[in-house]
């Protein structure tokens, strides 16, 4: 009998301290009367990974975000929030320290999100749509190439959108809202499927493209939103710039209407990369002269009939990716050229220490990981090569 009790206690015990740590890792609160960072304890500041916010955020609790919580956090669930807008800068450049992704859920009644809100540069931050596709301000996602970008993901019970071939689209499939793609290697070439008819604004801003893919909007498209092209950006490495290495093709006989700023372009583009108006757009022969006379459409470098269109064959394993590497607080930053696919760490002694699958331009190696005197990562590219590089 007395095995018995003190059995059940050692199991009631376990069990409260599992509670007790759910707890501390699962918090709820609700915002928007006081400051976030008042309604956590100390200890949950300090262990909570799983945070639900019913209510809303004041511009403080965005900051405490970006600079205190989001470095540890898993997800971060604001579906049932009372915020219909997220403010400029929300998430910009957070800091994060974790190799896992980072999830966070977007309020349901949101409808619109301003400029540089999600520029977290983290590719492994996933920012999951619970209701209808906002409004969006400037540079949404990523302030330019060298910056890696989020991914955007459909909650399973969102009846406004939908996922088709890794991107976001209305639930009819007629708009394209955000396309989750690789630049160099992109899921169906990152085509736009037939039978889309809007092209939402900002969709491809400050997106890359390899010069080796012909960007196809169908025949079927009609309208294109503002900002949907700007900075829409070609990556030539180690080639001469030049028209014939980037194709856009329209198939649509009549020029689709055009948002404000559809094909803005920065001044001074970064080195082995070139925009739209140094492109050439193929067109149906019919619709040739149509297009080069249409306000916008005419800021290519060349217009011609579908007819004069021609692969052209590259060989891009014998391009070599230009890798550099910057040392900053706590960690490397690895940038390329070209797409990296897959980074390995290992010590001296051959141990793999870290693994990720990337599908971006650039990744953060954290320096805690690494083991004294060095380490060295073996960087694979979308285009069959690796590199090699020495972290200390």
Known sequence: MKKRLLSALFVMAMLCRLQAQNA??????????TALETLLTEEQKQSVTHLTVTGTLLDEDYAFLRNELLNQLETLNLKDAEIDTIPAHAFEDFKYLGTDSIRIILPSCLKHVKDKAFCCNNPICVFELTGKYPTLGQDIFTKDLIYAEPRMEVSPDNEYCTMIEDAIYSSDHTTLHYPNYNCTEPTNGGQIIEGTKVISANAYENRAWDYKWTFTIPASVDSIGDRAFASFQIITPDMPIDSKYFRMICKSSIPPCLGQNVFYTMENPYWGMFYVNEASLYVPDE?????????CWNRFRKIKGLSEYHPVSVNLVSLSPSLSVKDVSGCYILSSSIAIK???LYSLSGLLLFSTTVHAQQVRINKSILTPPYAIASVDFANGTTQIVKLT
């Open 342 to 344: 897959e980074v390995r």
């Open 287 to 295: 619709s040739v002269d149509i297009y080069k006379t249409t306000k």
């Open 24 to 33: 501390e890792t699962h918090v709820t609160v609700h915002a928007g009367e």
